[in-house]
């Protein structure tokens, strides 16, 4: 940190006009006095020493008080004592009359501490001097250093206001075009370091740091060989390594993966740990990207052991924890990214990966692992902007009773309106599941107002089963828009409470647009039986065998609607069966070979 604070308080000096510069230079006000004139003259030569020596017994008056201050502050700047000048130049300014030497004053104390790298103190400095004399005829010096003072404390924005007012002299040209591309204006960049060049080349070459952002700015601009010479062309640290991080970042981006892990881990133990942390993760990136895992997981464990707290570290977590549930460890992943969640502030990146991980296990039907998940982070993922996310883990969980329960209330509250309604008929299901239908009434009332009425329909079907009153379900779920396919097994059980001729004839049509497990064939081929519709039955019978070809009811009871060496063998594998219709289909196999015979005989 120190080395970088000393590079940049070395860019300043090299950018600002010397406090100190020698030279004929006219006092700004009225000296008074031909010791102080003497003194004066001295410093102006560059003679700091002979200044002070004459300074050093002298006893200005009242009026010379403020010149008198103005010169040992110069001669102090000169022999480098920065902190006893500004001393000075405060009572130069208390003790001088409005005019030049008391704004100069002033102005020269803002400078000092710009100087000497104290970038807020001079900032509070140059907005005070803009306040106190707007009309200066130091002004365009002043919006300089306060341009200057707000680009190096992290306000590069306001600070290119400040340089527009500055004047366009090729420095601060120089200084909005660095600035410009520090913020990722490149193309602003382009346009003020092409000025620059055509005024001053020389500026252009005088810098480290400009020819690493003329770097940047080629690089972005997709001037790739342009950035690679400016890039050569840096000698000193910490620019040197920024270029060679900003070399690898181009040799990443066209594929040359060895390439630019060599430029990656040549800086990887960089003095500057911004420097270094940087270089760590994108060899980290490097060395995925040619399916080494575990080259990555070292470069990442370097981050997350050396540079802890800073959003390197916190990357190196998250792909970490991505790493681990990618080779199968997710009790691994969870404790890395929990590590970015369990914060004030959790991290929105690992907040994504755990929904993406509680996705997946939904998708595997892994109820387990859902659960768990859930338990481990399910509060920071109460979002609004995940709602449809969490309806979905809501119906997940819904036999998981208390995290069910609490997710849905939640939702209910919070909700956008359709998702609170869907979250309150998804309640009032759950409710008449578990038997409470004065509650899940209360809910369905919340939730029917605007909703899809086959959702209102399905879960009033619900709350009919639940008090016993299976007639009304079957009207409740025929009453149906759209019948879907898990419709049907509830459909089928009660379809015959339904009282209505047309209701089975719907459910076949249902049936054979939609496709049916072997239970609700089989349970439409019985109810097809007991109307005597043989055929129909049969048609069923053989659908359920479709789906589970081992069925002893399907068997049996095909077997028993058919004739011929096809229904013997149904009947005979039946019969195999240590159960109930095995005995039953065994007993009618030799009750029907009986009959042949006799029908053979007579």
Not at 395 to 423: M, V, Y
Not at 550 to 576: I, P
Request: glycine share 8%; with cysteine; net charge positive.
């Amino acid at each position: 940190m120190k080395k970088i604070l000393a590079i940049s308080i070395l860019a300043v000096l090299l950018m600002w006009p010397a406090l100190c510069q020698a030279g004929t230079e006219s006092f700004p006000g009225r000296i008074g006095s031909a010791v102080l004139q003497q003194a004066w003259d001295a410093v102006s030569l560059d003679h700091p020493s002979e200044a002070m020596s004459l300074l050093s017994g002298y006893r200005p008056e009242d009026v010379s008080r403020a010149a008198y201050h103005f010169i040992y502050a110069k001669a102090l700047a000169e022999r480098q004592k920065p902190l006893m000048a500004i001393e000075h130049l405060t009572k130069s300014y208390l003790y001088a009359p409005p005019g030049e030497l008391r704004q100069l004053s002033f102005l020269l104390r803002a400078e000092t501490y710009l100087k000497m790298g104290y970038f807020d103190e001079a900032r509070t400095q140059f907005r005070v001097f803009e306040r106190l004399f707007p009309e200066s005829s130091y002004n365009l010096r002043a919006y300089r250093g306060l341009a200057v003072s707000l680009s190096e404390t992290g306000s590069p924005a306001e600070a290119m206001l400040y340089y527009e007012k500055a004047g366009k002299g090729p420095e601060v040209l120089l200084e909005m075009a660095n600035t410009s591309q520090r913020i990722g204006m490149t193309g602003q960049a382009s346009g003020l370091y092409k000025e620059v060049y055509q005024k001053r080349p020389d500026l252009i070459q005088a810098s480290d740091e400009t020819r690493f952002l003329l770097g940047e700015n080629r690089r972005l601009s997709g001037k790739l060989a342009e950035a690679q010479l400016y890039y050569a062309s840096v000698r000193t640290n910490p620019f040197r390594e920024k270029a060679e991080l900003a070399q690898g970042l181009m040799e990443l981006e066209g594929g040359k993966l060895e390439s630019a892990a060599d430029f990656f881990e040549r800086v990887a133990h960089s003095a500057d740990r911004h420097i270094a942390r940087q270089a760590l993760l994108h060899l980290a990136e490097t060395r995925l990207r040619a399916g080494r895992a575990g080259d990555a997981k070292e470069a990442l464990q370097a981050i997350r052991m050396n540079y802890p707290y800073c959003p390197e570290y916190d990357a190196a977590l998250l792909q970490l924890g991505k790493i681990a549930v990618s080779e199968g460890h997710p009790e691994t992943a969870v404790k890395l990214l929990n590590e970015l969640v369990f914060r004030r502030n959790p991290s929105r990146e690992a907040l994504d990966q755990f929904e993406s991980m509680i996705r997946e296990a939904m998708g595997k039907g892994d109820t387990a692992r859902l659960l768990g998940l859930w338990k481990s982070v399910g509060p920071w993922l109460l979002d609004t902007s995940r709602e449809r996310f969490l309806l979905a883990t809501a119906e997940a969980l819904r036999h998981q009773w208390r995290p069910f329960f609490d997710l849905a209330r939640w939702i209910s509250k919070r909700g956008s309106a359709d998702i609170q309604r869907r979250s309150c008929l998804m309640m009032a299901g759950a409710y008449a599941d578990i038997g409470n239908t004065a509650a899940a009434r209360i809910y369905l009332i919340k939730g029917r107002v605007g909703a899809d009425p086959d959702e209102v329909r399905r879960t009033e079907a619900g709350i009919f089963i639940a008090d016993g009153n299976k007639k009304a379900a079957a009207q409740a779920l025929l009453g149906l828009r759209t019948i879907e396919r898990a419709d049907l097994p509830l459909l089928s059980e009660f379809i015959t409470a339904a009282g209505s001729p047309g209701a089975v004839g719907r459910l076949d049509a249902a049936i054979r647009r939609l496709g049916a497990g072997a239970d609700v064939c089989l349970r439409v081929a019985d109810i097809y039986f007991e109307m005597n519709k043989r055929a129909e039955a049969l048609s069923y019978y053989r659908r359920a065998l479709e789906a589970d070809p081992a069925n002893e009811w399907a068997l049996f009871m095909a077997g028993s609607l058919m004739t011929g060496s096809e229904a013997d063998n149904m009947l005979t594998t039946a019969g195999k069966a240590s159960s109930r219709v095995g005995t039953v289909a065994s007993a009618y196999l030799k009750e029907r070979t009986v009959d042949k015979k006799l029908r053979e005989i007579f």
